[in-house]
């Protein structure tokens, strides 16, 4: 484990990792990493590149090189891009920023047996899934599949800044000392607050709050979801990571959500995500559900208005 201050430092821990790997069992042309449409790994100008989002690379210059992306979830057009310079494959378990997008366990299998064929480090980037959020305290653990190399942060530092990287023996044989480093990661103060943090998530009884309100959060949207057609489409996601797939602008909800005094960002694929904290309470549960569907009226309302007036003209 090296520990750093953010989820893209743990990420660029992770790709320098991957690559490390490759040339310390004598393939330095192994450089290359496979990822796929829709993806965040953070702001850096190595981990922009890995996402391949068109808005976080505008205006930086030429994007880093050694990401080749493909499709989520086809697993046919990620064994077309294995080539020669291949070193890994980086996904998130379920993606964020990409619209709560759950992959079905058996890609990710499938992604792992391809690893184990060719030589490969398959890396999980679970800085948003990890620690809890999923109901399982790392998402992997949910899939039956785990990786070589995994970033996390976010939930481990409790909203301080804390990050890691974690290898196994074998991933992380490249990365001898002074091959990596960090001013402030693993500072004393960002450690001690990880390690209180580990002690509520790791205690009895609390994966199983998240598990229990988690389903509660998505059987109430799914209530919503029929109430309000005109509005939501989908509901998606695992734990307390839940995604709003909407038939209006995802735009029009977050402001709708924001005049009832919520916070949701939008994200990709039309999606409002939804991510309570993993101590939230059936009771708040409840009432994030009243301030959507008044949010979810307010929209009805808005879209009722021209047909109103075209009925009057």
């Known amino acids: 484990m090296f520990f750093t201050n953010s989820g893209a430092e743990a990420m660029e821990c992770a790709i320098k990792m991957a690559r490390k790997y490759q040339s310390a069992s004598g393939k330095p042309e192994r450089f290359r990493l496979i990822t796929f449409e829709g993806a965040f790994h953070g702001r850096t100008m190595a981990t922009i590149a890995a996402g391949g989002q068109p808005k976080h690379l505008e205006g930086f210059g030429p994007p880093v090189e050694g990401f080749d992306q493909v499709s989520f979830g086809d697993i046919e057009a990620v064994k077309r891009a294995i080539g020669p310079q291949t070193a890994g494959i980086l996904i998130e378990p379920i993606q964020g920023e990409g619209g709560v997008r759950v992959p079905p366990p058996a890609f990710l299998r499938a992604l792992r047996q391809l690893c184990d064929e060719h030589g490969l480090l398959l890396i999980f980037d679970e800085v948003q899934t990890g620690i809890g959020r999923t109901g399982s305290f790392f998402a992997y653990e949910r899939t039956g599949v785990t990786p070589d190399i995994m970033a996390i942060a976010k939930g481990i530092g409790g909203g301080f800044p804390l990050g890691a990287c974690l290898g196994s023996a074998e991933a992380a ?139 009057a003209r």
Do not use: W
Not at 253 to 266: G, H, I, N, S, T
């Open 173 to 311: 044989k490249g990365m001898t000392v002074g091959t990596h480093g960090s001013t402030y990661g693993g500072n004393p103060l960002a450690t001690a607050l990880g390690n209180a943090v580990l002690d509520v998530v790791l205690a009895p009884g609390f994966l199983d709050h998240v598990r229990r309100t988690g389903l509660l959060f998505k059987q109430r949207l799914a209530e919503l979801k029929d109430r309000h057609p005109a509005v939501i489409a989908e509901v998606r996601g695992e734990g307390l990571l839940v995604g709003v797939r909407c038939i209006v602008p995802n735009a029009k909800l977050v402001d709708a959500l924001r005049a009832e005094k919520m916070l949701a960002p939008a994200a990709g694929d039309n999606v409002v995500r939804l991510f309570p904290p993993l101590i939230a309470t059936e009771a708040e549960i409840s009432e994030a559900i009243e301030r959507i569907d008044r949010a979810c009226s307010a929209i009805e309302r808005e879209l009722e208005q021209p047909l109103k007036q075209g009925a």
